[in-house]
C-alpha cells in the first residue's frame, strides 16, 4: 500500500473515531493555497481544525512529533482561510487537534494502531 493509502486510511479511521466522540463533520480535505486541513469538525460550540498523521516507524519522533512549527503555521493559515469563505463559523470557539497513529503501539487485544488524540494541539 503506498502513502497516500495509508493516510487516507488514517483520516478515515480518524472521523470513525472522532464520531464516536460525537463530533460532527464540516469538511474533509478542506484545501487552500496555504495547504490542507484533513477535517474540520463541530463539537458543540467548537470548530476543530484537525490533522491526522500516520507513521509505520518511529523514526524522527513518531506521528505526533512530525506536525512541526512549520506545518502548525499552514494549518493556522488554512484554518482562517476556511473562516473567512465560511463566516457563519466565525463565532465558534476554534482548536486545532492532532489525531496520531503511532508505530508500534497496539489496541488492546493486539489491533491496528489505536488514535491518540491530542486536544489544542497547537494555538495561535
Given at each position: ?34 495547504g490542507e ?72 487485544g493486539g ?14
Amino acid at each position: 500500500m503506498d502513502r497516500q493509502q495509508l493516510g487516507k486510511d488514517a483520516e478515515q479511521q480518524a472521523e470513525q473515531f472522532l464520531r464516536k466522540q460525537k463530533l460532527k463533520l464540516i469538511c474533509r480535505n478542506f484545501n487552500s493555497r496555504f495547504g490542507e486541513i484533513d477535517l474540520i469538525m463541530l463539537e458543540q460550540r467548537s470548530l476543530i481544525f484537525i490533522e491526522v498523521r500516520s507513521r509505520s516507524y518511529k523514526n524522527w519522533g513518531g506521528a505526533s512529533a512530525s506536525v512541526d512549527y512549520r506545518k502548525q503555521q499552514k494549518i493556522i493559515h488554512c484554518a482562517e482561510f476556511f473562516l473567512s469563505q465560511h463566516p457563519e463559523y466565525g463565532k465558534l470557539n476554534c482548536r486545532f487537534d492532532v489525531i496520531a497513529f503511532e508505530a508500534g503501539i497496539k489496541a488492546h487485544g493486539g489491533g491496528d494502531s489505536p488514535p491518540i488524540w491530542y486536544k489544542d494541539a497547537f494555538r495561535l
